[in-house]
Antibody, heavy 120, light 110 residues
Framework: EVQLVESGGGLVTPGVSLRLSCAAS????????MNWVRQAPGKGLEWVSS????????YYADSVKGRFTISRDNAKNSLYLQMNSLRAEDTAVYYC?????????????WGQGTLVTVSS | QSALTQPPSVSGSPGQSVTISCTGT?????????VSWYQQPPGTAPKLMIY???NRPSGVPDRFSGSKSGNTASLTISGLRAEDETDYYC??????????FGTGTRVTVL
């Protein structure tokens, strides 16, 4: 069974850092591009970042560029999101999601999400 | 990159058909056949319902269909059922930021 499990969320104060992890199982992780997508409370989905299967290509939304870093460890079947200089507007449920169709389709498989709350 | 535009809500009676529109630009929906649709019940992760404009993943009922014309993509739910009442989002591959999502649509079954 294909499975993605996020962890690392929590309540933090503005300006601090947090690292999210996503553990993948049930498929050959190294063959797929991966993504982070977030959803603020009561709001819509927002694409955050993507990394190609071999980490050669990395993309960020303008809202997180320069503050967030996506990475992956194919040997550990894991995806990461390092979030620095967190702001209140980063409060959201963060999902990891797999891409298919050569990266053209985001999200044939999603994790359950991890909640990040940024508040003083 | 601005979000794709969807109507906030659509409604229909059981058995009827409803269509959700997703309007973008020539930089996203209009240029790529990489439009996807997701169903998201409250408190759960999104589920892929349509990809590459009109393809259904395994297990998605054929009551769900997708199409595209110019800068606007559409999701049609035929034979509407009570279980279809939830939120739907579109997304598109884009030349600028890689992916962009729609604003979301709540489907109500009357």
């Amino acid at each position: 069974e294909v499975q993605l499990v996020e962890s690392g969320g929590g309540l933090v104060t503005p300006g601090v850092s947090l690292r999210l992890s996503c553990a993948a199982s049930g498929f050959t992780f190294s063959n797929y591009a991966m993504n982070w997508v977030r959803q603020a409370p009561g709001k819509g989905l927002e694409w955050v970042s993507s990394v190609s299967s071999g980490s050669h290509y990395i993309y960020y939304a303008d809202s997180v560029k320069g503050r967030f870093t996506i990475s992956r460890d194919n040997a550990k079947n894991s995806l990461y999101l390092q979030m620095n200089s967190l702001r209140a507007e980063d409060t959201a449920v963060y999902y990891c999601a797999r891409s298919i169709s050569g990266g053209g389709t985001l999200g044939d498989c999603w994790g359950q999400g991890t909640l990040v709350t940024v508040s003083s | 990159q601005s979000a794709l535009t969807q109507p906030p809500s659509v409604s229909g009676s059981p058995g009827q058909s409803v269509t959700i529109s997703c309007t973008g630009t020539s930089s996203d929906v209009g240029s790529y056949n990489r439009v996807s649709w997701y169903q998201q019940p409250p408190g759960t992760a999104p589920k892929l319902m349509i990809y590459e404009v009109s393809n259904r993943p395994s297990g998605v009922p054929d009551r769900f269909s997708g199409s595209k014309s110019g800068n606007t993509a559409s999701l049609t739910i035929s034979g509407l059922r009570a279980e279809d009442e939830t939120d739907y989002y579109c997304s598109s591959y884009t030349s600028s930021s890689l992916y962009v999502f729609g604003t979301g649509t709540r489907v109500t079954v009357l």
